[in-house]
């Protein structure tokens, strides 16, 4: 130790005052709901359902709990999409498409054109087998097919819209809430490969309605135990069950099938990704084993909550056609009958999600399969 000029011990100092510095935190997020740039959905995703309760019907193009990923340009679209050329037919290569309804003209633009969408019916072919043609036939869930048009094969076989393996959209999260159709300003760069664009909702000006009423931007969730309606091994697998026991009068609805439910067959264990099946992308699946980063989650349960327990299907629940008058009219009856006698005793949850054919096969004395009273337990996240 050495001496001061006073004699005195002092410290044998080293090195020199010191400036403080600033490491700047790079969290932009809290843990389980990131912030993004873009917390809208593409402009190009047709309605699934319109929202009875919102002023002139909104468009819902994303159910709340539904799993998504992100477009080139940044916005939220289901988790399952894909683009570009697939493989052979033979191969297992498919067709993926957007069909337009009535309540997109105007609000909805193509996916492949960036125009607008013009009629009730327009189809937006964004994935083709490598050896498909103009003049094949896509046939939709709901039963409904379109005939490619001249130029569609070789649109779909370009088309970049989403980046990464396979053309496939990859799960970031599931979205919170509903997600309404995207009315603000859109500014097309590019049709090159499917529309790239740059969204504006801030210049009023921009937007097609004003006064209205409509929230387009989300929060995605990262992590979550969610538990979805099965509704079997394909997205109409519910048709054909109920088609073939004879049950009467039982139709299986787009409206039931727009709301997050899982397709495919549930296994305990098995690993979770977005469905690929036509007009099902957002819902889960079964891992098809093809990439591992389209893995978004586990199956951590499988609950068929048939026997009814608790006698949930004597609790009187209320639901009298006769007593629905006035002016307007839910045209989804299922949407409003209470989980109870008029379900069966099955939750409003399952009922909704399947059309209410667990109390038309119960009441007709059909046989009662497992698709119709079934939960899967999906962990979404990504420790697995």
């Not at 510095?21 to 700047?24: A, D, E, L, V, Y």
């Not at 932009?28 to 009875?52: F, G, S």
């Not at 496939?168 to 979205?175: N, Q």
């Not at 009273?373 to 990504?382: P, R």
């Given at each position: 130790?050495?001496?001061?000029?006073?004699?005195?011990?002092?410290?044998?100092?080293?090195?020199?005052?010191?400036?403080g510095?600033?490491?700047?935190d790079?969290?932009?997020?809290?843990?389980?709901?990131?912030?993004?740039?873009?917390?809208?959905?593409?402009?190009?995703?047709?309605?699934?359902?319109?929202?009875?309760?919102?002023?002139?019907?909104?468009?819902?193009?994303?159910?709340?709990?539904?799993?998504?990923?992100?477009?080139?340009?940044?916005?939220?679209v289901?988790?399952?999409?894909?683009?570009?050329?697939?493989?052979?037919?033979?191969?297992?290569?498919?067709?993926c498409?957007?069909?337009?309804?009535?309540?997109?003209?105007?609000?909805?633009?193509?996916?492949?054109?960036?125009?607008?969408?013009?009629?009730?019916?327009?189809?937006?072919?964004?994935?083709?087998?490598?050896?498909?043609?103009?003049?094949?036939?896509?046939?939709?869930?709901?039963?409904?097919?379109?005939?490619?048009?001249?130029?569609?094969?070789?649109?779909?076989?370009?088309?970049?819209?989403?980046?990464?393996?396979?053309g496939?959209?990859?799960?970031?999260?599931?979205?919170i809430?509903?997600?309404?159709?995207?009315?603000?300003?859109?500014?097309?760069?590019?049709?090159?490969?499917?529309?790239?664009?740059?969204?504006?909702?801030v210049?009023?000006?921009?937007?097609?309605?004003?006064?209205?009423?409509?929230?387009?931007?989300?929060?995605?969730?990262?992590?979550?135990?969610?538990?979805?309606?099965?509704?079997?091994a394909?997205p109409?697998?519910?048709?054909?069950l109920?088609?073939?026991?004879?049950?009467?009068?039982?139709?299986?609805?787009?409206?039931?099938?727009?709301?997050?439910?899982?397709?495919?067959?549930?296994?305990?264990?098995?690993?979770?990704?977005?469905s690929?099946?036509?007009?099902?992308?957002?819902?889960?699946?079964?891992?098809d084993?093809?990439?591992?980063?389209?893995v978004?989650?586990?199956?951590?349960?499988?609950?068929?909550?048939?026997?009814?327990r608790?006698?949930?299907?004597?609790?009187?629940?209320?639901?009298?056609?006769?007593?629905?008058?006035?002016?307007?009219?839910?045209?989804?009856?299922?949407?409003?009958?209470?989980?109870?006698?008029?379900?069966?005793g099955?939750?409003?949850?399952?009922?909704?999600?399947?059309?209410?054919?667990?109390?038309?096969?119960?009441?007709?004395?059909?046989?009662?399969?497992n698709e119709y009273?079934?939960?899967?337990?999906?962990?979404?996240?990504?420790c697995l």
């Open positions: 130790m050495a001496f001061d000029i006073n004699n005195q011990y002092t410290g044998s100092l080293f090195g020199r005052d010191r400036i510095h600033t490491t700047p790079a969290e932009a997020t809290e843990v389980l709901r990131p912030w993004l740039p873009v917390p809208y959905p593409a402009p190009y995703l047709p309605a699934i359902r319109q929202d009875q309760g919102h002023p002139v019907l909104a468009n819902v193009v994303l159910s709340s709990q539904q799993l998504v990923g992100q477009d080139k340009s940044g916005a939220f289901p988790a399952g999409l894909f683009c570009g050329t697939q493989g052979t037919v033979s191969n297992g290569g498919e067709y498409a957007l069909k337009y309804g009535a309540s997109d003209v105007g609000f909805a633009y193509n996916a492949i054109t960036g125009n607008l969408v013009a009629a009730a019916g327009e189809v937006a072919v964004i994935a083709a087998p490598s050896d498909g043609a103009d003049g094949d036939v896509i046939t939709f869930a709901d039963g409904t097919t379109y005939t490619l048009a001249t130029g569609d094969a070789a649109a779909a076989k370009a088309c970049n819209l989403f980046p990464g393996k396979n496939r959209v990859k799960p970031i999260g599931l979205v809430r509903n997600v309404f159709q995207y009315i603000g300003g859109v500014d097309v760069s590019t049709t090159t490969g499917g529309m790239g664009y740059t969204l504006n909702g210049i009023p000006i921009k937007f097609k309605v004003h006064n209205y009423m409509h929230e387009m931007g989300t929060a995605v969730q990262t992590e979550m135990v969610i538990r979805l309606p099965w509704i079997g394909l109409n697998t519910l048709t054909t109920a088609s073939g026991d004879g049950v009467s009068g039982y139709v299986q609805s787009n409206y039931s099938r727009s709301f997050v439910h899982f397709t495919g067959t549930p296994t305990f264990g098995a690993l979770v990704q977005g690929a099946a036509l007009g099902d992308a957002g819902n889960y699946t079964e891992w084993g093809t990439s591992v980063d389209d978004c989650g586990r199956v951590i349960g499988i609950q068929n909550i048939y026997p009814i608790d006698y949930a299907n004597r609790v009187r629940t209320l639901w009298d056609p006769s007593r629905l008058v006035g002016p307007i009219k839910d045209p989804n009856p299922s949407s409003i009958m209470m989980g109870g006698s008029q379900t069966g099955i939750d409003y949850q399952l009922n909704l999600g399947t059309d209410g054919v667990f109390k038309k096969a119960y009441d007709q004395g059909k046989t009662l399969h009273s079934t939960y899967v337990l999906v962990k979404v996240g990504a």
